[in-house]
């Protein structure tokens, strides 16, 4: 109990700070918020949940990538869904413990290499964030002739983030040893950040690019989830013709505050005001929508969002590999296939991969 009610506290604040922030009374909006679902375009619903189900194979793709010898696409996808599941429910997101312990209890992955994937993918989805928000910054409002002349600095900014992921496993080979002779934190803690580094510094350069490729398309599958949520919601009312008005790069810009929200450890039990303040803080301060239609729009999608990751979510559970009879037996084995020497099982076998 005290651990979930400082998370409780801080959803009923951040939703007393929604509807002090709309301009709706709480009776008017849920009236709007229930008109708006009943009216929802089943077309654009329907490519939604298509294109943000891709997303969480995307993300099964890049933990094939970043863990060297885990195969099952579908068991991935499976492991995928149940993490953004426990982490879009739990506060905090405390959710992220769940990874490291269904590997190692389904796949006999150790911690240290799950929680350094896990710490890379992170990475990942912030730099594409920002990647995705600053493309959506330079070419929104730009004719066609004016977008062609900006592709160049596009390339660039996409580049310099790969450069920078490729710098992730030369940095860690240097630290890892190091870390722990460092007097800092108790030192179980300091020998599981080294024997994590030392994972993430076996990767090699091919890996850690392919890794950031599979990320950017996975996160422009989740830029285009919203965008179809946002065409779902179009009609012929002053709050449908607003967000049909959204174009694709203006939601670029717009979800932005929605995917900081998410990313970050401040959300709330069930994303609960965490979310609609992210969402509404985006289009209107980013993306121009007025409030009323941004405020609207975030709870609307708020729930279509719940309805999806929970589908997706329970078949995850449904599709979840038995346990292992030793998982610990299996660390040795998972740490050697990190050391270059992939398994011939590798989900994904990067052409000319090499541990340096």
């Not at 863990?67 to 696409?73: D, E, I, K, S």
């Not at 900006?150 to 992921?165: D, K, N």
């Not at 392919?210 to 709050?239: E, H, I, K, N, Q």
């Amino acid at each position: 109990m005290r651990r979930i009610l400082p998370a409780l506290v801080a959803t009923v604040v951040l939703l007393a700070l929604v509807l002090a922030w709309s301009d709706l009374a709480p009776g008017e909006m849920g009236a709007a918020v229930l008109e708006r679902l009943r009216t929802l375009h089943t077309g654009p619903v329907l490519l939604a949940f298509l294109v943000y189900l891709a997303s969480y194979v995307g993300r099964a793709i890049r933990f094939a990538i970043l863990m060297p010898g885990l195969h099952g696409l579908v068991h991935l996808t499976s492991v995928s869904a149940r993490h953004n599941f426990l982490n879009l429910v739990l506060p905090f997101r405390t959710g992220e413990l769940a990874l490291p312990w269904i590997l190692k209890r389904e796949s006999g992955r150790s911690m240290a290499e799950s929680s350094a994937a896990l710490l890379v993918a992170r990475v990942l989805d912030l730099s594409c964030v920002a990647a995705w928000l600053s493309l959506g910054l330079l070419w929104r409002g730009l004719d066609a002739e004016a977008r062609r002349q900006a592709l160049p600095q596009a390339v660039l900014l996409l580049g310099l983030l790969l450069l920078g992921l490729c710098a992730l496993a030369p940095v860690a080979r240097r630290l890892g040893p190091r870390i722990g002779h460092w007097g800092v934190g108790p030192q179980r803690m300091r020998d599981f950040a080294a024997r994590a580094l030392g994972h993430l510094g076996q990767l090699s350069v091919r890996r850690l690019a392919a890794a950031g490729v599979v990320s950017l398309l996975t996160w422009l599958a989740t830029y285009a989830t919203y965008a179809f949520m946002l065409r779902a919601m179009a009609g012929d009312d002053p709050v449908g013709r607003a967000l049909g008005s959204i174009d694709f790069v203006s939601s670029l810009v717009g979800t932005t505050g929605l995917h900081l929200s998410t990313v970050l450890p401040v959300n709330t039990v069930g994303g609960l005001g965490s979310w609609e303040i992210g969402w509404v803080s985006g289009y209107e301060l980013l993306a121009g929508l007025d409030r009323e239609s941004a405020t609207i729009s975030a709870v609307v999608s708020h729930v279509l969002n719940f309805v999806f990751i929970s589908i997706i979510g329970g078949l995850g559970f449904l599709l979840r590999k038995p346990p292992l009879r030793d998982p610990a037996s299996a660390d040795d084995g998972a740490a050697a296939a990190t050391t270059g020497a992939t398994p011939s099982t590798d989900a994904l076998r990067v052409p000319g991969d090499s541990p340096r």
